[in-house]
């Protein structure tokens, strides 16, 4: 088996889960870490046993014989490094978003794609939960596709720093959060059309964990709703809130006989499915409703368990991540297109689109060729 060295540019909380999932894995090791003060790298390292640390991330690349680097650092720093991992040859894994504008998304797959190098973006959405749900997304389950909708609300980051600074984030709610409803529909539903979109700050006078008022009035956007329209004419309405009491994190597709439920109302997956038992599914009682039924998760798949395990498989094996480049360019399309269309009061239409590795059959989207 290859061994893997990688190097880590960032060193806040995120980066932790990148060096405990690759403490996991056989002979994957982090060569050196990188943040902007050295202190900070040198903690870093310091804490996960890597052996050396830098705070310039070009002589990090240029000094160590790397594979790949994970790249955690503040959203508005993501483009600059990964441009120049890729442009050495270096396979990256890249925190959400991808980059705070859309050009830079492009450049950055476009680089990967001619380099032919991994270039694997977050959010990671292979989790047993999701992978589950794509067995029940289909017409013999829940009947034609009708709509959907996805949600991730939350009271707002607790830390009074730059995510509620609009000249170091370059966005708010949209790039933090929304890009995961946004990321977990796209991947269960293949690529989109349009979008349309209400974004505006409804709290800049905030007061953030432990009680603390933040500094200067919030100018990022923390109040957000899509609606996003796909082939067959269906809508997902798509919602981010830095505003309530508590997280909300759900998914819902809808079918004319059924629905999928992932991450409601405390079950990770639900069918409703009144026409026709699940089998194999536990019964439950789902919002009141029964005819409703808990599916035993599928968590089998080895490259599918953490974020690392699937990068890593994919560098050994030499093959595309299942959210591959153009898939998450399609996704941040959706999100920067909201801002456009917020601004201009018009629906944004969508240029990119992608190959999904699972998606329904073409006739599950449509509703119009026979009686439904």
């Known amino acids: 088996m290859k061994p893997i060295r990688l190097g880590m540019v960032g060193s806040g909380n995120i980066s932790n889960r990148y060096f ?84 830079d998304c492009q450049q950055m797959v476009e680089l990967a794609e001619r380099q032919g190098v991994i270039l694997m973006n977050l959010p990671y959405d292979l989790n047993p939960g999701m992978m589950t749900a794509m067995e029940y997304i289909r017409e013999e389950v829940i009947g ?38 946004v990321s977990r529909l796209i991947a269960l539903l293949g690529p989109a059309k349009s979008v349309m979109a209400e974004v505006n700050t409804l709290i800049p006078q905030r007061i953030v964990g432990e009680g603390k008022r933040i500094d200067i009035d919030s100018d990022v956007d923390d109040n957000v709703t899509l609606i996003v329209e796909f082939a067959g004419g269906q809508y997902a309405v798509i919602r981010t809130l830095w ?57 089998s798949a ?7 395990s699937h990068f890593i498989h994919c560098l050994r094996a030499g093959e595309q991540p299942k959210q591959h480049g153009r898939a998450q360019l399609h996704v941040h399309e959706i999100m920067f297109g909201a801002y456009r269309s917020a601004e201009s009061g018009q629906r944004y239409e969508l240029t990119t689109t992608f190959e999904p590795w699972s998606k329904p059959d073409a006739a599950w989207y449509d509703t119009k060729g026979e009686y439904v």
């Open 243 to 299: 505003g309530t009491s508590f997280k909300q994190n759900n998914t819902l597709i809808y079918g004319r006989k059924g629905t999928v439920a992932i991450n409601d109302s405390g079950f990770p997956l639900v069918i409703h499915s009144p026409h026709v038992p699940i089998e194999g599914a536990e019964p439950v009682l789902w919002r009141g409703y029964d005819s409703c039924y808990a599916p035993k998760l599928n968590d």
């Open 144 to 181: 034609k596709f009708t709509g959907a909708e996805a949600q991730l609300n939350i009271p707002g980051p607790p830390r009074d720093n730059w995510y509620y600074k609009r000249d170091i984030s370059h966005g708010g709610a949209i790039l933090d959060c929304l890009v995961y409803p």
């Open 20 to 103: 405990e999932q690759a403490f996991k894995l056989e002979d994957v090791t982090f060569a050196a870490t990188c943040a902007r003060r050295m202190s900070n790298a040198e903690a870093k390292a310091m804490k996960y046993q890597v052996p050396r640390w830098y705070d310039d991330y070009i002589k990090m690349m240029e000094s160590e014989q790397l594979d790949g680097v994970v790249v955690t650092t503040p959203h508005s720093v993501h483009a600059e490094v990964v441009l120049a991992a890729l442009q050495r040859g270096l396979h990256v894994l890249n925190e959400k978003p991808m980059a705070t504008s859309f050009e």
């Open 302 to 308: 080895d490259s599918e368990r953490d974020i690392m």
